[in-house]
C-alpha cells in the first residue's frame, strides 16, 4: 500500500465521525459491548492501544460488530503492525513515526496514521506521500493554536489530533481548516465500562458524534 492510499482511506475514515473513540481496555469481556455502545451513538471507527496485554484480543471482539471499524494504536514496531492485522484491525495508528514501521505497514497493506509533532515530522512524512497525520499530544504540544501555526505553512497535510482532548477542547480543534477529527477517550470513561453502563457511553458517544466541524 503506498502512503498517498494510506492517507485517502485514513481521511475517510477521519470523516466518519468527528471523534475517534481511543480505547484502553484489558477485558476482552467488555469489548464487544463496549463497540456496540459507540458505534451505536454514531462513532464507528475504534482505535485500540496496544497498551495493556490483552488489547489484541480486545481487537479481534471489536473486530466482530457490524458497522464499526477498528484499528490498532500505539504501533511501535514491525511486529505490532502483523500481530495488529493478525487481531482483524483495519487501520493503524502511531505516536510517532519511523522508517521500519511505515515500510512495515505499507508492505502488509495497513493504513498508517503516524504521528508528529513538529513541522519537521510533518514535512517529512508528506515528503513521503503522508498526507493525513495525528498530531501529538496534542495539548501538551499547545493545542489547537500549535496545530493552526503549524498547518498554515502545510495546508497539504491535514491531522487528527491526539492526546489530552477533551469533549470542551475538541470543538477548538475541529473548527480548524487542517483537522479531520479528533481522538479522544473521554468517549469511554473507566468507571462506566466498569460498570458496564452501555447506554451511558452510547449517549457520550452521540454527544461526541454531534460536534460540529
Not at 477521519?14 to 451505536?40: I, T
Not at 503522508?130 to 498554515?152: E, H, S
Amino acid at each position: 500500500m503506498t502512503p498517498e492510499t494510506a492517507s485517502q482511506l485514513n481521511a475517510e475514515l477521519c470523516l466518519r465521525a468527528p471523534v475517534v473513540p481511543v480505547l484502553v481496555l484489558n477485558d476482552v469481556s467488555k469489548a464487544r459491548p463496549l463497540a456496540e455502545a459507540l458505534v451505536a451513538g454514531g462513532l464507528p471507527a475504534l482505535e485500540v492501544t496496544l497498551r495493556t496485554p490483552n488489547a489484541l484480543g480486545v481487537i479481534s471482539e471489536m473486530a466482530k460488530v457490524e458497522g464499526g471499524v477498528v484499528g490498532a494504536g500505539t504501533l511501535l514496531s514491525p511486529q505490532d503492525v502483523t500481530n495488529a492485522i493478525e487481531a482483524g484491525a483495519k487501520f493503524g495508528v502511531s505516536p510517532g513515526a519511523t522508517d521500519k514501521l511505515l515500510d512495515a505497514c505499507e508492505a502488509q497493506d495497513l493504513p498508517l496514521l503516524p504521528g508528529v509533532a513538529s513541522s519537521t515530522e510533518a514535512m517529512r512524512l508528506l515528503e513521503r506521500g503522508y498526507t493525513v497525520q495525528k498530531f501529538f499530544p496534542a495539548a501538551a504540544n499547545g493545542g489547537a493554536p500549535a496545530l493552526k501555526a503549524i498547518g498554515a505553512p502545510i495546508p497539504q497535510v491535514k491531522f487528527c489530533p491526539t492526546g489530552g482532548i477533551s469533549v470542551k477542547t475538541a470543538p477548538e480543534y475541529l473548527a480548524l481548516s487542517n483537522t479531520l477529527c479528533v481522538g479522544g477517550s473521554w468517549v469511554a470513561p473507566a468507571d462506566l465500562i466498569e460498570k458496564s453502563d452501555w447506554k451511558a457511553v452510547e449517549e457520550i458517544a452521540r454527544e461526541a458524534a454531534s460536534l460540529a466541524r
